[in-house]
């Protein structure tokens, strides 16, 4: 049985707007789930494993909701480049190299060993249309200890030829080997993932929906990211009302989709998300890197829609979910100050919320010390953050979060589980 | 003599739009001063001593021009609020520490140990309204070989009573007497700094201007950072048609001024920028981090107004110029899209300009290794930042840009003298 206490200075979101700031609690975890927190440790749990944190905070871990493991060998180059600019000099000829299992085990030992000593200890990541190369990922991840799902990427029009599938037949048939060899896997589980709409032809996409219900499988992909994608869909869809409508009547909006992105957003779109529970990644890092926008993540948040963060990597340069954090505060501001004042910026407890529950609930009960939630949990050292003030819990998980890295974190857990 | 050659992979600035980029070349000191940049070392340097950077970048080392040193103990706590707000919860208390120099000392120190190890090898800096502590830092920055001006603040109306002066006279007794102390330093120098309109009054103002002429000495405040702040110095000064034209009423706008922020600027207040010569301090992080807004960096760059960035802990969070530059590029991508299409985002060349030569002309031929300009160098060493993929020069800049940190510089020189 898993069983042990952390005692520290434990903090973790009572909802989207308020933190639970407990100095000097336990946090008891059973076999792998929450047994809650407590101020004193009731006496039932004495016989557990004591993990004396001292003064370190003890923070739930982050998901990272959306993320590409291949173009993780060029993050931070082509930053001058718009969406489909980017694609096309840099996301596409990269990619093409993960046909090469060689290659892929290369490359994705670097992503996964990145992943594995940062802030992520969930994520929902896209591979690349080579079926083999995904399962190299699938392989990597396993061991490293984190819980993720993968998708094996569909791509069947508007790609490269030297990064295209052959025919809608070939991507489903692909599809549907790579979901029968991910089932070796316990802590990493396949996720469909039809790139966007521009890659993907009709028949694609409603074969994915029955792939889908056949196996209950979970769908990831992207919505309304950039104004010129946006006008492809609605060439390429003269059926549809919108890029999101389209998803949707291909059976592949509910509420175990992700959709990345979320930047142009019509209200019909909005209207989908909410009333089919889909949840949006917002990425908003990518976002300003190749000029996309602001998506409205103060308003998804505050209209009940369901919204955690992303790295995107690479259009997002790091793996860093505190960065997502901080950069989705910054544009909240930005939107309200240039955009829209209705919905005021997002808040230290908003990003919080994001990258732990709001992201965490698309794996279940995920991302809180609440009872009954997987006990994931990273201990943090902010002594390193040199200064002179005897802050507050609170300041001193905005100052981790702003001014910390990967090397403040001194332990990690997920589903009770050590990984370092 | 200070005389050597440093031999790598040379970037620097051609113009603002393009880059040198030097495979495998030779950088040569002679005196503190560049002697050129050369594929081969001309015999004349042959005696030189050679220190070789194998495959490392060698680049100009990096200008802050603006930045607050009493507020870098609270960096990044209090995100959630506006500037003036912040002001009051945050940098006035914090501030108001400043007239116990012990308390100088010891913030300073963290302060300066941290810019000294960092990017940055030049530094406008903003003080307290304390001279004694002022001159400790002063005393700090002149051991560590950083050049830089440093000010000690004017304030006497609008601030708290804990952190005001008592009167324009001892206001501008204290700056003539803070001018007269400073005269002991070398690497620093004193730059006349009235915090911004709302807190001094046309007498200091006036004054200030005097002194300004009297000892020949630069300037440094706000200017238009938010739109509050605008509001209320139209109230405060009704006979001005701006912001921007009532410092220059007052005298301060020239070619030895620099503005920090210039985010809602009028035409009049650009024209002003331009004919007097003034430099604008781009600080892109604290313009969102306050919810200030963007300034139009893009246009003043190539519009000829002289430009630099600006950390501005701590409205910004770091010391770090490459963070400014890559927040300046994705503030102006939002610029862009959703503000005014008509001035291109900042590409690469441009950050790399302002972070090199649009800052560092403030402090007269530097940022550049053409002849006859100061030896300041940063060797940064990019091999810690894991990829598969055999990047060229201007890519190893950008991932340098975007993915280093301080680990990554293994070497500092400023005017020739090597700091680390």
Same mark, same amino acid.
């Given at each position: 049985?898993?069983?042990?206490?952390?005692?520290?200075?434990?903090?973790?979101?009572?909802?989207?707007?308020?933190?639970?700031?407990?100095?000097?609690?336990?946090?008891?975890?059973?076999?792998?789930?929450?047994?809650?927190?407590?101020?004193?440790?009731?006496?039932?749990?004495?016989?557990?494993?004591?993990?004396?944190?001292?003064?370190?905070?003890?923070?739930?871990?982050?998901?990272?909701?959306?993320?590409?493991?291949?173009?993780?060998?060029?993050?931070? @180059?082509? %930053?001058?480049?718009?969406?489909? =600019?980017? +694609?096309?000099?840099?996301?596409?000829? &990269?990619?093409? /190299?993960?046909?090469?299992?060689?290659?892929?085990?290369?490359?994705?030992?670097?992503?996964?060993?990145?992943?594995?000593?940062?802030?992520?200890?969930?994520?929902?990541?896209?591979?690349?249309?080579?079926?083999?190369?995904?399962?190299?990922?699938?392989?990597?991840?396993?061991?490293?200890?984190?819980?993720?799902?993968?998708?094996? @990427?569909? %791509?069947?029009?508007?790609?490269? =030829?030297? +990064?295209?599938?052959?025919?809608?037949? &070939?991507?489903? /048939?692909?599809?549907?080997?790579?979901?029968?060899?991910?089932?070796?896997?316990?802590?990493?589980?396949?996720?469909?993932?039809?790139?966007?709409?521009?890659?993907?032809?009709?028949?694609?996409?409603?074969?994915?929906?029955?792939?889908?219900?056949?196996?209950?499988?979970?769908?990831?992909?992207?919505?309304?990211?950039?104004?010129?994608?946006?006008?492809?869909?609605?060439?390429?869809?003269?059926?549809?009302?919108?890029?999101?409508?389209?998803?949707?009547?291909?059976?592949?909006?509910?509420?175990?989709?992700?959709?990345?992105?979320?930047?142009?957003?019509?209200?019909?779109?909005?209207?989908?998300?909410?009333?089919?529970?889909?949840?949006?990644?917002?990425?908003?890092?990518?976002?300003?890197?190749?000029?996309?926008?602001?998506?409205?993540?103060?308003?998804?948040?505050?209209?009940?829609?369901?919204?955690?963060?992303?790295?995107?990597?690479?259009?997002?340069?790091?793996?860093?979910?505190?960065?997502?954090?901080?950069?989705?505060?910054?544009?909240?501001?930005?939107?309200?100050?240039?955009?829209?004042?209705?919905?005021?910026?997002?808040?230290?407890?908003?990003?919080?919320?994001?990258?732990?529950?709001?992201?965490?609930?698309?794996?279940?009960?995920?991302?809180?010390?609440?009872?009954?939630?997987?006990?994931?949990?990273?201990?943090?050292?902010?002594?390193?953050?040199?200064?002179?003030?005897?802050?507050?819990?609170?300041?001193?998980?905005?100052?981790?979060?702003?001014?910390?890295?990967?090397?403040?974190?001194?332990?990690?857990?997920?589903?009770?589980?050590?990984?370092?």
């Amino acid at each position: 049985m898993n069983n042990f206490v952390l005692h520290g200075n434990i903090i973790y979101s009572k909802n989207a707007d308020e933190l639970n700031i407990i100095e000097n609690g336990y946090a008891v975890c059973q076999d792998g789930i929450s047994a809650g927190i407590y101020s004193v440790l009731p006496g039932e749990y004495a016989e557990y494993e004591m993990i004396d944190c001292g003064n370190k905070l003890i923070i739930p871990g982050f998901t990272d909701l959306h993320v590409h493991a291949p173009q993780y060998a060029f993050r931070s @180059v082509g %930053m001058d480049c718009e969406l489909l =600019e980017w +694609l096309e000099l840099h996301a596409f000829p &990269e990619e093409s /190299k993960f046909f090469d299992v060689n290659y892929a085990k290369k490359s994705y030992s670097m992503f996964v060993d990145d992943m594995k000593t940062g802030f992520t200890t969930r994520a929902c990541i896209f591979g690349t249309m080579h079926t083999d190369a995904s399962i190299v990922l699938m392989d990597l991840l396993e061991k490293s200890g984190l819980k993720t799902m993968v998708g094996k @990427v569909n %791509m069947n029009r508007n790609s490269p =030829e030297y +990064l295209c599938e052959k025919s809608a037949e &070939e991507s489903l /048939k692909e599809t549907e080997r790579f979901v029968h060899l991910a089932a070796q896997f316990k802590n990493t589980k396949p996720i469909l993932t039809p790139r966007f709409i521009p890659s993907c032809t009709d028949e694609v996409m409603y074969g994915l929906a029955e792939i889908m219900n056949k196996y209950d499988l979970p769908v990831q992909s992207h919505l309304s990211e950039n104004p010129s994608e946006i006008a492809w869909v609605k060439e390429l869809c003269p059926w549809s009302s919108s890029y999101g409508n389209a998803y949707d009547t291909y059976g592949l909006m509910n509420s175990k989709t992700i959709m990345a992105h979320c930047v142009h957003m019509t209200e019909e779109e909005m209207d989908i998300m909410k009333n089919k529970g889909v949840f949006a990644a917002h990425c908003p890092e990518s976002n300003i890197n190749i000029a996309s926008g602001i998506s409205p993540a103060s308003r998804m948040l505050h209209e009940g829609i369901k919204i955690g963060l992303g790295s995107d990597v690479s259009g997002g340069t790091t793996l860093s979910i505190p960065r997502a954090m901080i950069l989705a505060a910054q544009c909240s501001k930005i939107y309200w100050r240039y955009i829209d004042q209705k919905y005021k910026p997002l808040t230290l407890e908003n990003i919080f919320y994001m990258a732990t529950i709001g992201g965490g609930e698309f794996f279940g009960k995920v991302g809180s010390f609440d009872e009954g939630y997987e006990f994931d949990a990273l201990v943090l050292d902010d002594s390193t953050i040199k200064t002179t003030i005897d802050f507050k819990l609170r300041d001193r998980l905005e100052r981790t979060i702003y001014l910390g890295n990967k090397h403040n974190i001194i332990a990690k857990y997920v589903a009770g589980n050590k990984i370092f």
